[in-house]
């Protein structure tokens, strides 16, 4: 591996409570989470100068507005923005904050993601299985049945299923290793064990999915403090150094031959962030990735180079990525059993094992992985992080 001086690191991280149930609006979520990474970077309010916002794309614009600076109470900003790529926007806002370090526009930027998509009167499922068209696609969607993300994901995973003969044991199987590594973490919301038949013998949500293929929305926010890496490494935590970053968007054409959500932008993302650090998928030591369906998480895999194309189901099948594999995956759980905070998931266990304070689930973290994804799996980044100041 190449030795290389790393771009930023991050030295406050924080989230608010967590919950099934309403706990607050959007914004005093993030204000929380926001407060509570400056404190655990040993800043105070008047040392930040940057913040950058990602709400949830089905969230209003008054649910986290950018009256959050006031709200927070900062002030004197040399860098504030709203951040929107969807689900991959948690890995963004970081990247923009180390980019923006870097230029000498900021020294230290507060990132943050909240959402509350939980609210008295209101399920999971209305909040989530909008029409596909009030998205931003094509109108011809839902004329023909095509509601909510559940069911265009289930039309992909079946084209990979067929392209690489996998059954729904391998679907299971990335659902358990999530369970198991849930059952090792305090954060997450799924705590009773699961096997490949409680797996099976869920409902259907969308064939091939299952209740157990489907994340699991909570209600929290999650911040990050984005300083150089020498300020970083004088604060009263671990510092997460950022060696490198990458993003693939591939676009969507929506015509014969062009399969996104099979041939996604992460392969992309993963090349510019290997190239970046000097380093390859076989440095690294654990991946946290977006996870919204099993499926997601096989693909990821391989576009990541971790595994051979078509070898991901097997490789979960046996064990490979749950506690005691060979290459852990989504130690907290992921979005599957742990907490869906869209790309505030993979953002916060990727800190977490990098710092080397995760607990029981705590793996080898020389090098981690941080990848997450928005919309059908079009917009992609990425970011390898370490604790170490030079590789």
């Known amino acids: 591996m190449a030795s290389k001086k790393p771009l930023a690191a991050i030295r406050g991280f924080a989230m608010s409570d967590l919950s099934r149930q309403y706990i607050g609006p959007t914004w005093q979520l993030a204000v929380t989470a926001i407060h509570r990474a400056i404190a655990d970077a040993g800043l105070k309010k008047a040392d930040i100068d940057g913040l950058l916002i990602n709400k949830s794309p089905v969230a209003s614009l008054m649910d986290l507005p950018m009256d959050l600076i006031d709200y927070a109470g900062l002030k004197d900003l040399t860098l504030c923005s709203v951040v929107e790529a969807e689900g991959s926007s948690g890995v963004q806002m970081v990247q923009q904050a180390a980019l923006a370090v870097q230029a000498g526009m900021a020294k230290a930027v507060v990132c943050v993601f909240a959402d509350a998509p939980i609210v008295p009167g ?30 265009a994901y289930a039309l992909a995973a079946r084209r990979y299923m067929h392209n690489n003969n996998l059954n729904e044991d391998h679907l299971g199987a990335v659902a358990v290793a999530c369970r198991q590594w849930a059952l090792k ?12 038949e409680d797996h099976h013998a869920s409902p259907y949500v969308v064939e091939p999915f299952h209740l157990f293929d489907c994340s699991f929305p909570v209600n929290g926010a999650v911040a990050v403090v984005v300083t150089s890496a020498e300020r970083a490494a004088d604060g009263p935590q671990p510092a997460v150094y950022i060696h490198g970053m990458g993003q693939g968007h591939r676009g969507v054409t929506n015509r014969r031959g062009f399969e996104n959500e099979i041939e ?9 962030a290997y190239a970046m650090a000097g380093v390859g998928p076989k440095d690294i030591d654990c991946a946290q990735v977006y996870d919204a369906f099993t499926y997601c998480i096989l693909l ?21 990525t749950a506690p005691g594999g060979s290459f852990p995956v989504n130690t907290g759980g992921g979005q599957l059993s742990g907490y869906y905070l869209q790309g505030g998931t993979p953002l916060s266990e990727g800190v977490m094992q990098a710092r080397g304070t995760a607990g029981e689930r705590q793996v080898k973290h020389d090098l981690v992985l941080t990848a997450a994804y928005g919309g059908r799996m079009m917009y992609h980044a990425c970011m390898i992080t370490s604790p170490h100041a030079s590789l």
């Open 185 to 196: 973490s305090p954060l997450a919301m799924m705590k009773k064990p699961l096997t490949l």
């Open 122 to 151: 209101v399920s999971t499922q209305q909040a989530f299985g909008m029409p596909l068209p009030l998205m931003g696609k094509l109108g011809s969607e839902a004329p023909t049945g095509l509601f909510g993300p559940v069911a």
């Open 264 to 272: 996604i932008g992460a392969k992309l993302a993963g090349q510019g």
């Open 300 to 320: 990821q895999l391989e576009q990541y180079g971790f595994v051979e194309p078509g070898g991901a189901g097997e490789f979960v099948l046996a064990g490979q």
